[in-house]
Every structure is written in C-alpha cells, then in structure tokens.
C-alpha cells in the first residue's frame, strides 16, 4: 500500500525541552480552543503566564453548546476568560449546500479558523496564534498538515502574525503523556461529535480519543465514556 508523501512519517515522540521551554513563554497570545486533547493541553501548558487568551469559535458544529461548556469549565478553574465567538449562521448556511446534515458542517473547517482568529488577534493587538494540531490530525485533514500549515503561516507572516502550532509532529498518545505530566484534568476535556452530555464512545473523535488514552495508560473509566449504543 502507497503512502501519501504529505502523512508520511508526520508522526514522532515529543521534543520535551521545546514544550517545556514554551510553557514559560511571556508573549501574549491567543489559543483556539475547542475542549479536546490537544487545546486543553496547550492551555494548560500557558495558563501559568497568564498571557492567553483562550478563543472558541462556534460554527455550526453538533458539538458547540458541549464544547464551549467545556472551555469555560477549564479556563474558569485557571482564572483566564474564554472568549466565545458565534460563526453558526454562517456554518449552517455553508451545511445547508449539502444534501445531508454533517457534525461539522464547515469543509476546510481549520482554514476558516485561522482566519478568524487572524482578525480576532489583530483587533486585540496580539501577534502569536495558536492552534493545538497534531499528527493524527494530519493523516486525514489536509489543513492540518504541515505543508498546509507552513503555506498559511508564510501569509500571516506578512500581516505580522505567527501562527505557532507546537503539536503538529506529536501523536495524540506523546500529547496525552506530555499533559500527564502536566496534571492536566483530562476528565473535564471533550471530544465527542455528537455534542452529548457524556462522550458516547464510537465516533471517530471518540474512538481516536479512546485509543489514545488506551495507549497512555488510561482507562476508559478515567476519562469518560458512555458506550452503550
């Protein structure tokens, strides 16, 4: 079987000093935070500077109401104020183009992200933007592989902005590790697609997020899971 050159060994173990050296980081900037693995971790890793500003976008996703729950549980318990921004008419009116209704409605959903969040930061005078991708991302969406990544990042280069993406080459099990040693509350975290109160446990961000864990050392008990169909 071929492999696409743009996934090919994307996938590697953590460069720890580097992250290390990042918690500490005193350059203001803004976080695009979802709930999930890879968000809660990068805000955690920061939230110590107080120099964050967690940003939730909702675009129509099935997920939102769950999600922004979720953000404000985590920052609120670190003292930080997330910002909510709503982009759901303009999600549902780009779902309603197709014949069925999707969990996400928005294709190239990060592309459109990133550029939110590009005038968000501009407005607050913030020149650092982060965004929590990882290499599991990357093997199924193509704006959250690193060709992508870097092409976009080159644009915003030239509006003075940084987009920094400190999770690209790390698995979702090296990010989990790297967070365990952070204490981060992974219970209070969510990724489920359906939006439902308790993760269901069998969409493909449950079941990506399950064996993560699985290959952490945790279990489905410690992070929350309700798999009855």
Request: charged letters at 15%; a neutral charge.
């Amino acid at each position: 079987m071929k492999t696409d050159p743009n996934s090919a060994e994307i996938i590697r173990q953590p460069n720890i000093t580097s992250l290390e050296a990042d918690a500490t980081m005193t350059t203001p900037c803004v976080l695009l935070m979802s709930g999930g693995v890879e968000s809660s971790m990068l805000f955690f890793e920061s939230a110590q500077s107080k120099q964050i500003v967690p940003i939730f976008l909702d675009y129509g996703q099935r997920a939102a109401a769950q999600e922004w729950r979720t953000v404000q549980n985590l920052t609120m318990g670190a003292e930080i104020t997330a910002q909510r921004y709503d982009l759901s008419t303009f999600g549902n009116a780009v779902g309603a183009l197709r014949a069925e209704r999707y969990h996400v409605p928005l294709p190239h959903r990060n592309f459109v992200a990133i550029a939110a969040v590009a005038a968000i930061a501009s407005n607050l005078k913030i020149n650092v933007i982060r965004i929590g991708l990882s290499a599991d991302d990357a093997q199924v969406d193509n704006c959250s592989r690193p060709a992508f990544q870097n092409a976009i990042g080159q644009t915003l280069n030239s509006l003075g902005l940084q987009l920094d993406t400190p999770l690209i080459h790390m698995s979702k099990t090296a990010i989990i590790e790297h967070g365990n040693r952070l204490n981060v509350p992974w219970q209070r975290t969510y990724s489920c697609l359906l939006g439902r109160s308790r993760h269901c446990g069998f969409c493909p961000q449950c079941q990506k997020r399950r064996t993560a864990f699985a290959e952490a050392g945790a279990s489905d008990q410690d992070v929350g899971y309700n798999l009855k169909p």
